[in-house]
């Protein structure tokens, strides 16, 4: 979709909550204040006890809220998206942050190209909105993509018309439903970096992925195996990591272990019945403790999505 001087197209955002009530009304305010003409904003709650409610009321003139049960964020979020009427989408977390124009910055890149979506630049903060760290952002490459996320989901918006033509998120999926959805929309349609920071993506002990590190991990094999087929060394030996030391990965970075290395052969060979092969030659690829550490710190496994 070249430039044009057509209207601005309209912009459904979605946030699915449950007692969120520590964080959502800055998540909420920062859609709000984004300045973007054409934005509807949609909050699916899936039944807070916690006075996330009472927050919800507080902005209802300016937003569109439901509470009722769901099956899970991603269910919530596509019902959000069937809600909503615009032609570009995007889901923000109840504890995640939007940067000042960054809805303005996203849409005026998808007018600019063909793309099914675009993802900038993020941070990550902590539980008080520090910064902590840039989030770990790649230029894109479906073949580093099935090696890890390196698109930060608060920091990408895209196209309805993609996002329903691979059927949209995965509401069987709790933990990385994004990942999945990545990984999938780009087997047909085209993602491209923006060069803004977009979003921040707020990191705290209790968030979904370090909260619920062994079923993230076990999620996200599911998700490679059905995408890929394939579950590559650096996510088997994380988590062989994991369950030897139960760091979070994150605020407890991973330690590399000889044991670890030597124990992942076996175990990615049993996690990829079809692809043994592949598999052994990625391990026999790595060949050094050196060649080890340095594709650990580039392959930047702590951040698994969710």
């Not at 601005?8 to 909550?17: D, F, H, Q, S």
């Not at 003409?37 to 927050?55: A, F, N």
Request: with cysteine; proline share 6%.
């Amino acid at each position: 979709m070249p430039a044009t001087s057509a209207p601005e197209p309209l912009v459904t955002i979605v946030t699915a909550c449950l007692n969120s009530g520590r964080f959502v009304e800055q998540t909420i305010l920062s859609v709000l204040e984004q300045g973007y003409p054409r934005l509807e904003y949609i909050v699916m709650d899936g039944g807070s006890t916690d006075g996330t409610i009472e927050i919800l009321k507080k902005y209802e003139a300016r937003l569109r809220w439901r509470s009722s049960p769901d099956k899970g964020a991603a269910d919530a979020i596509n019902k959000g998206f069937a809600l909503g009427s615009g032609a570009i989408l995007g889901f923000l977390n109840a504890d995640d942050l939007y940067l000042p124009g960054a809805v303005s910055a996203a849409v005026r890149h998808l007018r600019e190209a063909e793309d099914a979506g675009v993802y900038g630049d993020a941070w990550w903060i902590d539980e008080a909105g520090g910064r902590i760290a840039p989030y770990p952002v790649k230029e894109f490459d479906r073949a580093a993509l099935n090696r890890g996320c390196f698109i930060c989901q608060p920091a990408s918006l895209f196209r309805r018309s993609a996002f329903e033509s691979v059927g949209g998120l995965d509401p069987d999926l709790h933990l990385a439903f994004d990942y999945d959805f990545w990984l999938r929309l780009t087997r047909t349609h085209r993602l491209r970096r923006i060069p803004e920071a977009l979003a921040e993506s707020r990191m705290h002990r209790a968030n979904k992925t370090l909260g619920q590190r062994e079923a993230a991990f076990r999620e996200t094999f599911r998700v490679l195996k059905r995408n890929c087929g394939y579950v590559p060394f650096p996510w088997v030996y994380s988590y062989l990591c994991y369950r030897a030391d139960a760091r979070d990965q994150f605020f407890e970075p991973l330690q590399p272990s000889i044991l670890r290395y030597v124990e992942s052969l076996p175990a990615g060979l049993w996690l990829n019945p079809g692809a043994m092969g592949e598999y052994a030659r990625e391990w026999a690829s790595i060949m050094s403790w050196s060649a080890l550490r340095r594709r650990l710190a580039a392959f930047q496994i702590g951040k698994i999505p969710g």
